[in-house]
């Protein structure tokens, strides 16, 4: 018998990174969307041997604790320290990583609530837990509180579970339209000196998107703050006007990642597939998904 988790994509249309000493009081400020894909994990503890062993995989290929160094600090600090067996952790990504999905946030969150689920624990100490090291480790600032909100979050208050504070805007009748060109390291961005201009350009995003809370709204916003940032030009800016043509609503950057995103109606699909066709670019259009993260048994032969 295996536990599985399932923590959705998130894709951040603006923020705001807050930094602090203590990672529960980091994170970010921002608006985002979460997708029907995203991760799955599967975890299997085993009793019966003497020693303590804790094995992660990702698409089904094992990797070193350098490779997965969030993941195995998750499970590290979840697993109580006595505990003596055989802890394999499988993770299944619907999204290339560093592409901007929130995969690092999706496979620390789900790990944390596989494990917690078998091991005993609470949802917020789980998602805490996934946070803290996300944020040591560069993974990300606010992924993390974002998957446990689902829908079209609004982060107004920085921090990590129990601490930031997530608000939901109403929607009907969008799916996102992803276009995933590249990767783009988060590490990188936040490091650098473009971090004045995005906590500038964010700031001033959300204070407009509280004032006027629609998703048409979070959509403006975003187009404006990736290209005042200069995060969205290039190819990439291009692709984004071409878009424009055929969408109501502007498409944006996927942050952080080389690629783009957009809200689409029904009515707008089959124009939407067919530039891209034209530009053999490849897509996806993916459903929102609205609710928390899932955490269940999971038993042998079931549709994953």
Known sequence: MLIRSFVPAHITAFFVPRFHDDPLKAGSLGAGVNLEKGVNVFVSVETEVLERH????????PVKR?????????????????????IEIWQYFDFPNGYGFGNSAGGALGTALALSYKLGGTWLRAAQVAHKHEVLNRGGLGDVVAQLAGGMEVRVKAGGPGIGLVDNLFFEGYKVLVVPLGRLPTREVLDGEVVKVIEAEGSKALEKLLAEPTPERMMVLAREFA?????????????????????????????????????????????????????????DIVEIYDGKPRVERWFEGEAK
Do not use: C, Q, W
């Not at 804790?54 to 290929?61: L, P, R, T, W």
């Not at 997965?68 to 055989?86: D, L, Q, R």
């Open 227 to 283: 290209e005042k940032t200069g995060l969205l030009s290039g190819e990439l800016l291009e692709l984004a006007r071409e878009l424009d043509g055929v969408l109501k609503n502007p498409s944006s950057m996927i942050m952080l990642g080389k690629g783009l995103f957009a809200l689409v109606r029904e009515s707008e699909v089959e124009s939407t597939r067919a530039l891209l066709g034209d530009l053999e670019v490849s897509y």
């Open 66 to 86: 350098e490779e997965a160094v969030i993941s195995y600090s998750v499970a590290e600090e979840i697993v109580p320290a006595g505990f003596t067996g055989e």
């Open 54 to 61: 804790i094995h992660v995989a990702f698409n089904g290929e």
